[in-house]
């Protein structure tokens, strides 16, 4: 449809169905305005399990599963050859919640359109300084974005005056769902 945004997602916690429930959001919200598209591991290691994909029926934006390589090793992950297929698709905006000093971050960056507007989602709290080759790849990452969003105030001071970070930034605090998460009144 005329004057329809595209925007694609990508992120390494989309493998759970309910960190999904950002993209999900915002497809429902804008479904006038907006094509949302989240991209997922097919599988991953995780932190305490290994995980494939978890579809939902109720799924909202298109889903697209992606292999990855080195997940049990976050900082070297990096999405299969299908990624740069799905993001030469024509979009609009390119939503990374990935970290920019990371393999796949970098990777993202690299394989983002020129046409196309690259906004990260960091959490880091703590201003680091990374060794080679994670240096050069948030240098990178960070001068081809367009922006980068945060989740806290801490998070915000660490990174503000970080070189790569004077662009526009938005402090978007994550969501909790009541309905999933609730206090536990057997273990008090």
Request: glycine share 6%; aromatic share 12%; proline share 6%.
């Amino acid at each position: 449809m005329p004057g329809i945004k595209k925007i694609l997602s990508i992120g390494h916690s989309y493998v759970v169905r309910l960190n999904r429930r950002l993209v999900n959001e915002m497809a429902r919200s804008g479904q006038q305005e907006w094509e949302v598209t989240a991209v997922a591991p097919a599988f991953m290691h995780g932190d305490l399990r290994s995980m494939h994909l978890e579809l939902d029926p109720q799924e909202v934006c298109r889903l697209e599963a992606v292999p990855v390589y080195n997940s049990q090793r976050i900082h070297f992950m990096t999405y299969d050859w299908r990624l740069r297929e799905i993001m030469q698709q024509g979009w609009d905006l390119v939503h990374c919640w990935e970290e920019p000093y990371i393999f796949a971050g970098g990777q993202v960056a690299w394989w983002t359109p020129k046409n196309a507007s690259l906004v990260y989602r960091t959490a880091q709290n703590k201003s680091k300084q990374y060794p080679f080759p994670f240096n050069w790849i948030e240098n990178y990452a960070m001068n081809k974005s367009d922006g980068w969003l945060c989740s806290g105030q801490t998070v915000l001071e660490a990174l503000k005056n970080r070189p790569g970070y004077s662009r526009p930034m938005q402090l978007i605090p994550l969501g909790v769902d009541l309905n999933c998460f609730y206090p536990c009144a057997e273990a008090k």
